[in-house]
């Protein structure tokens, strides 16, 4: 993902710092174990509970950076389905089918440049 945004910044002649750049990604890569142990530790919240939500916080922080409100509540009904399922299972696989769902519906809108655009 890191390199993918790298080249799109570069593509549309924003060309990023490398060291914030680096910086930027390392301190995100540090941020994941750091929640989940103040999630354990702090918040005595469940395993279950911790993937959800630190994948749920992914989604929100991906969501301000694109600036997409389809993401937004994708991201909601991701969290809502994985932790109001009672049995982990279910849950996992609920919100398994939240986002397949809704990479679908990305894939299959029509690009507003693409044919028929004025």
């Known amino acids: 993902m890191v390199a993918w945004y790298w080249r799109e910044l570069r593509r549309a002649g924003t060309?990023?710092?490398?060291?914030?750049?680096a910086l930027g990604t390392?301190?995100?890569?540090?941020?994941?174990?750091?929640l989940d142990l103040v999630?354990?530790?702090?918040?005595?919240?469940?395993?279950?509970?911790?993937g959800a939500l630190l994948a749920t916080?992914?989604?929100?922080?991906?969501?301000?950076?694109?600036?997409?409100?389809?993401?937004l509540a994708v991201a909601a009904v991701?969290?809502?389905v994985a932790t109001v399922?009672?049995?982990?299972?279910?849950?996992?696989?609920a919100a398994a089918g939240v986002l397949f769902a809704a990479a679908f519906a990305v894939l299959?809108?029509?690009r507003?440049?693409?044919?028929?655009?004025?």
């Open 15 to 21: 060309s990023p710092r490398p060291g914030r750049f």
């Open 26 to 34: 390392l301190g995100a890569l540090a941020a994941v174990p750091l």
């Open 39 to 50: 999630g354990a530790l702090q918040l005595r919240l469940g395993g279950d509970v911790r």
């Open 57 to 71: 916080l992914g989604l929100l922080v991906l969501a301000a950076y694109e600036r997409s409100r389809f993401l």
């Open 78 to 80: 991701f969290a809502l």
């Open 85 to 93: 399922f009672l049995p982990a299972v279910a849950g996992a696989l």
């Open 108 to 110: 299959l809108r029509p």
């Open 112 to 118: 507003p440049d693409g044919p028929g655009a004025a």
